[in-house]
């Protein structure tokens, strides 16, 4: 026998823990209310459902990076071809090298001591 509440209902009610309290003018409330009907869902689960997505895409927008074209082809030809590394880098990579490869050692020598 049906019990006519929804699976995403009954989600929402077995495992909600938390609140957020929202205030609405009341034409807010009555465009959500309507909404909801139409989609055949409670107002908090509709509420919580574009909440979510609308979260997610946020994120998600927030995340990743759009090139226009020309922006990618300049981005995409430094991965293929880098620029040559300068000389004061040059040199500031080969003391790191240095000194890390002469810390390795000593530990190594100081674990086998």
């Known amino acids: 026998m049906a019990t006519g509440v929804s699976p995403v209902r009954e989600e929402t ?47 998600r927008e927030y995340e990743t990076w759009t090139l226009e074209r020309p922006d990618a082809e300049i981005f995409a030809a430094a991965l293929v071809e880098p620029a040559a590394i300068g000389a004061e880098l040059a040199g500031a990579a080969k003391r790191y090298r240095e000194r890390f490869l002469a810390e390795q050692e000593s530990k190594d020598l100081s674990l086998r001591g």
């Open 13 to 59: 009610a077995s495992r909600a823990r938390d609140r957020i309290d929202v205030r609405l003018r009341p034409e807010q409330k009555a465009e959500i209310e309507r909404a909801a009907h139409i989609k055949g869902l409670t107002v908090t689960d509709f509420i919580v459902q574009n909440a979510v997505a609308d979260a997610r895409r946020a994120i």
